[in-house]
């Protein structure tokens, strides 16, 4: 079986260690979605019996022919839609609604600029215009969302503004593939960058190895190639645990409940 370019696995049935083997959930190929092929199919039917209501399943769906083809295509709307027993309209809107998936081809590597009101003011601005220089054409800055490179292939990188990656205590800061680095400015992002284009995979802050965007975009559906190193890496730092270290040294907490709980307002009948 040939699995599509791209996809983050390299044991000869195309199965992560220790996955389970499902029935497809669509048993025929369509026509609408040839692109989606055994292996994708098996863990389509995996992700669905995890949940009481099929149509509960569609955000991780959505993950996984990310995972596929790099993008939420029209073809991985319609699988979407087929496999859950839903109409396209209903799949387009909610991968129109969450900035996560996107619906043009992404790089290799997916850069997430903090641009929200702490980090534009300690330099996420200047970070986000630095990187749209380096990885555009001469007159030509990269644009939100747009690529640098050939879309899928080594090397190749995809710009974005991100809206508040809720690390404050850290910034400003800026995210690859959804693993932070902290306490960025413009050289230090720019020399990120140019490793990624290299080939390199520096280190996160916080969180685990880098992978690339598909492995990770397989890993948020649930699918786990590599679950040792997924969990890998520091995930808290001292600016976050202070507060905790100093409630603990005054000996200050937070309030008990009350043993009986405030009564709530009346809320006026419908009529």
Not at 153 to 171: K, M, N, Q, Y
């Amino acid at each position: 079986m040939t699995l599509p370019e791209g996809q983050p696995e390299s044991l000869g049935n195309g199965l992560a260690p220790g996955e389970v083997h499902w029935d497809p959930a669509v048993p025929e190929q369509s026509p609408l979605t040839p692109v989606f092929d055994e292996v994708t199919r098996r863990r389509t039917a995996e992700i669905i019996a995890r949940y009481p209501q099929s149509r509960s399943a569609l955000l991780p769906l959505l993950h996984l022919v990310q995972s596929v083809e790099g993008y939420v295509s029209q073809d991985g709307i319609r699988y979407c839609a087929e496999v859950l027993e839903l109409s396209t309209a209903e799949v387009s809107a909610v991968a129109t609604f969450y900035t996560m998936y996107k619906r043009t081809p992404c790089g290799e590597h997916l850069v997430s600029v903090c641009t929200n009101t702490l980090c534009a003011a300690l330099g996420g601005d200047e970070v986000y215009a630095r990187l749209s220089q380096r990885l555009g054409s001469p007159g030509k800055p990269l644009g939100h969302e747009e690529t640098a490179g050939e879309p899928g292939t080594p090397g190749s990188v995809t710009l974005e503004h991100a809206e508040c990656l809720a690390a404050c205590d850290f910034a400003p800061v800026l995210q690859v593939n959804y693993e932070y680095f902290d306490n960025q400015t413009a050289e230090s992002a720019t020399a990120l960058v140019d490793a990624l284009r290299r080939g390199e995979r520096p280190m996160p802050t916080r969180g685990a190895p880098l992978t690339d965007l598909r492995t990770v975009e397989l890993e948020l559906a649930g699918i786990f190639p590599d679950l040792a190193a997924a969990v890998t890496g520091n995930s808290m730092a001292p600016e976050t645990l202070r507060g905790a270290q100093m409630a603990t040294q005054h000996g200050w907490t937070a309030p008990a409940m009350p043993d009986t709980p405030p009564a709530l307002p009346n809320v006026p009948e419908k009529k």
